[in-house]
């Protein structure tokens, strides 16, 4: 299990290290929140009607992959603040297990590259990895992330 | 402009070659939808305050990156329906430019891949990438998509 810290430092691309390592609170998904995010973005009878979706492949209801990333996203920004705000450019998603009603979601993540920018002495591209896991363990998304940060004397934002 | 088609045909394995393109209907994003998402997943102060936003390095209120992407998928769904249902894998996404209240956005997709599966006759992987773009042409997400698909004949959803 792992033990999220209680107030979580707010970091800036001077604290950015290759190697940091973070993890969150925890998150229970309720059934009517994947079916309210489903009946929004992406309303397919898997994502918002539990009858139906016992009959498909997944045999029960599965969050849509973009609300486990809302999810994430959430999650990240209670475990790992960064200053100026978290302001992602992109990043690749994979979502290898489905997230169900009543799952326990935490995020444990770490800095893979920091990238100081060639243009911009204030700013930089950190690049940060994270697992999404149930209360199995198991990975529910992967994502990695390219993060524009700024230094801690920036006026920038 | 795109002009999309009055009712996009539903797509199975078999039907999918690499090079079919697909546009979509255009979506009005309003400002109580971008804070509403926002406050839920990403409630960073240029995404829930549009007087806090301008005086950010964004000069204004932004929809969430994963809220563009979540917008995206229900535009997906609708421009290129799939049978038995759009499952996604994984897949990247960079958003280039932000999103902004009353921006009118569309996409624009392509099938880059589409491999059989090696283990199941009926079945595959398809590679969508989309262009998600806004009234005035500039792409504010771009997307490259896995999608498990089935065959027609299939019965296993």
């Excluded at 979706?53 to 045999?59: P, Y």
């Excluded at 979601?105 to 994270?130: F, K, M, N, Q, W």
Aim: net charge negative; charged share 20%.
């Amino acid at each position: 299990m792992s033990l999220p810290q209680d107030t979580p430092p707010i970091r800036y691309l001077d604290d950015m290290k290759v190697g940091l390592r973070f993890t969150g609170e925890s998150r229970v998904v309720q059934e009517r929140e994947i079916i309210a995010f489903a009946r929004q973005f992406d309303p397919q009878p898997f994502h918002i009607d539990a009858g139906l979706a016992s009959q498909t492949l997944f045999g029960g209801l599965i969050a849509s992959g973009w609300h486990t990333a809302a999810m994430t996203m959430r999650l990240l920004l209670d475990a790992f603040p960064i200053g100026n705000g978290t302001i992602g450019l992109g990043g690749e998603a994979a979502w290898p297990n489905p997230v169900r009603a009543n799952d326990t979601l935490h995020i444990e993540g770490e800095v893979t590259a920091v990238a100081p920018s060639r243009s911009y002495d204030d700013r930089g591209i950190v690049t940060v990895c994270t697992e999404t896991k149930n209360q199995n363990g198991e990975v529910v998304q992967t994502l990695t992330a390219n993060l524009l940060v700024f230094r801690r004397k920036s006026n920038s934002v």
